[in-house]
């Protein structure tokens, strides 16, 4: 079940669009400001973002360009807003698409399945193999040796992350920001420990890594050796 967090400050279509939304089958969670939806973007991890731009603390361009500080989530913004500036800056600060009220719900719906299957990742990219463990990023397992390794959901997040930008240098803000939240960003010894925790589980040597390299002072990097 794919989850939508709802941006929206309107609280009659904020019900609306919950209800709607689950009838499909999606799982909804709800923000009334700009803050509280960044806030639960980080802590709910959803697969979409329906933004609204008229929010009473921030705007919601702002907001579009905070998720993409951190996030790669598909952003649907949905506004009464239609002139075509507006509409740039929403697509230039990272807007998916755009749905102008009052908007046709069935439209609205094939929008957020558009926006899912762009973000979804083929089957090729879904499954990491190393010589030691492979990765399955669809279900979110991982098997060394025929067994499941067992994986905290913070431990994942950070495997998660580093697997998608495999082989690219991921910067300790990043990481923070995408697993803990913008507010997180400098507590680096997070990442110290939970990488040990993490290489203790999945390196054939943790002492010396060969699949999660620390970059000193700037981030990691999940290196793949190509066969």
Aim: charged share 25%; hydrophobic share 45%.
């Amino acid at each position: 079940m794919s989850k939508i967090l709802v941006i929206e400050d309107e609280a009659p279509l904020r019900r609306a669009l919950r209800i709607f939304l689950e009838a499909h089958d999606y799982a909804v969670v709800l923000a009334a400001s700009g803050r509280e939806g960044l806030d639960l973007a980080a802590r709910e991890h959803p697969d979409v973002v329906i933004l609204d731009l008229g929010l009473p603390d921030m705007d919601g361009v702002g907001v579009a360009a905070a998720l993409r500080g951190w996030s790669t989530v598909p952003i649907v913004v949905l506004s009464a807003r239609d002139a075509e500036p507006v509409k740039v800056a929403a697509l230039d600060a990272g807007a998916d698409d755009y749905v102008t009220k009052p908007f046709a719900m069935n439209e609205f719906l094939a929008r957020i399945r558009a926006a899912l299957r762009r973000a979804a990742p083929t089957e090729q990219e879904s499954v990491i193999t190393t010589d030691d463990f492979s990765i399955d990023l669809g279900v979110k397992q991982i098997h060394r040796n025929g067994s499941e390794v067992h994986l905290t959901p913070t431990e994942w997040q950070i495997v998660e992350v580093l697997a998608r930008h495999r082989g690219k240098l991921v910067a300790q803000k990043q990481l923070l920001q995408q697993v803990w939240g913008p507010q997180y960003e400098r507590e680096t010894h997070y990442l110290r420990i939970y990488m040990s925790q993490i290489r203790r589980k999945l390196e054939p040597d943790p002492a010396r890594p060969r699949y999660f390299i620390t970059e000193p002072g700037m981030g990691y990097r999940f290196v793949v050796e190509e066969p």
